[in-house]
């Protein structure tokens, strides 16, 4: 598949996924391709034993309330999740603090609380190295907050935020703490009893190894969520409102089991390899890549100065060159695919000031990189900076001959 691409857009999904991913996906769903929880028979009742057995691990996985795993909640992937939990806990006259390393699928939503159902938002900035300082979460904090919403792990600048110093301070002011965890789940430990984390948001296709079209919410027993959708849930039907029960309460339709499944898998594969080794492993995949771009006069590297408390996300510029240009000469001339542009996070780049440049080129390493993929994306690096610097001082010579004659 796809050999000779050199694939570093991990970040947007990991790929590829484990081979036992694909096959568990195949199999289950030609065994067990049938609705859970909504018929009697026993395919139904196994199908729907998967769903349940899924919910309990990954509420241990995340460190939640393993005797409330019917509030590890599915839906279509973290966006859906943000977009279920947010108006959920937020009504108007709640005051928001966020961050200014934020997805859309956290600010969109945050902004549209903001401007349409009366919230307040504070979009706490990040320091020189790319991380949200606990103490301006603190001085954010106003009366009448109710939650604070952090990224745990930038798609961007893949800086690693300490949340678990951010949940003490939230349960010390008693406010909700969620963590948007994209980029996170599957390669950085998560315990939200001993972080302190109230909700965790999650998506499937990254480092999770599960598939595209499924995510969800972890949420601690003590969080009250408002219901603001409804819909069929297979149970109790004569019931002309929706159910408040959870997983229902934030559950409607036919669940994705297909990615069920992936998702099952995927947590087997992570118990196999260990979520710190394939960590470590990127690691020193991005190490080797910082040091090699480094090396180019003209590459700017943002936020990776050191790589602790960071994930193999590398943003990067080559000056005098649009990001997009470069992204655009990475795949056709080298056939090596990045993320260049704003990545959805456009606040970011205003703080960085790349958002005039249209950005930045990402590089997301994943747990199938190599070391000679890193040493390719380097070589081409290379190569687009030096015509770069050749275009410019063709340039240069030129733009005197073109310079208007004084009279
Ligand atoms: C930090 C963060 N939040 C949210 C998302 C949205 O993920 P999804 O498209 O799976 O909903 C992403 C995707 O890149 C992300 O990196």
């Known amino acids: 598949m796809e050999k000779s691409l ?10 590829p996924k484990p081979e036992s991913v694909y096959r568990f996906m195949d199999e289950f769903y030609r065994s067990h391709g049938v609705n859970p929880g909504r018929s009697g028979y026993d395919l ?36 859906d999740a943000l977009n279920l939990i947010i108006p959920g806990l937020i009504s108007a006259g709640d005051h928001i603090v966020t961050t200014n390393l934020e997805h859309n699928s956290v600010i969109r939503p945050v902004n549209h609380l903001v401007r349409d159902h009366g919230a307040q938002a504070t979009f706490v900035p990040f320091n020189a190295g790319g991380f949200i300082d606990p103490d301006d979460i603190a001085r954010a904090l106003r009366p009448n907050t109710r939650v604070v919403i952090v ?3 930038s798609n961007v600048i893949g800086t690693v935020q300490p949340v678990a110093e951010m949940g003490r301070i939230c349960r010390e002011h008693g406010v909700t703490f969620v963590v948007d965890t994209a980029q996170t789940a599957g390669i950085v430990p998560i315990n939200m009893k001993e972080m302190n984390i109230d909700v965790v948001a999650f998506t499937g296709h990254k480092a999770l190894m599960g598939s595209m079209g499924i995510g969800g919410l972890c949420i601690r027993k003590h969080v009250e969520v408002k219901r603001t ?3 069929g849930t297979g149970v109790r039907s004569i019931n002309p409102y929706h159910l408040d029960e959870y997983p229902w309460r934030l559950e409607y339709g036919t669940p994705n089991m297909v990615g069920v499944a992936a998702l099952w898998a995927g947590q087997d594969w992570l118990e196999e390899n260990g979520i710190e080794n394939v960590h470590a492993r990127e690691i020193k995949l991005a190490r080797k890549l910082v040091a090699g771009l480094r090396q180019i006069e003209s590459v700017r590297l943002y936020c990776c100065d050191s790589l602790e408390n960071h994930l193999s996300t590398i943003l990067m510029n080559i000056e005098g060159m649009d990001p997009g240009d470069v992204g655009v000469m990475l795949d056709v001339d080298y056939n090596i695919a990045t993320r260049t542009g704003l990545h959805c996070a456009p606040l970011v780049h205003t703080q960085l000031g790349t958002m005039e440049g249209d950005g930045g080129v990402r590089f997301s390493i994943g747990a199938f990189n190599t070391e000679a993929e890193v040493d390719a994306a380097i070589a081409a690096v290379t190569e687009i900076a030096r015509w770069a610097q050749k275009r410019a001082s063709r340039f240069d010579a030129v733009l005197p001959l073109m310079a208007p004659k004084s009279q």
């Open 6 to 15: 050199i694939y570093f857009d991990n970040a947007a999904t990991a790929w």
């Open 44 to 79: 139904a009742i196994e199908t729907g034993e998967l769903l349940d057995r899924l919910r309990k691990r990954m509420t241990k996985f995340f460190g939640g309330d393993e005797d409330a795993s019917d509030r590890l909640v599915f839906g279509y992937n973290v966006t």
């Open 151 to 153: 990224n745990h792990g």
């Open 229 to 231: 959708r409804s819909g």
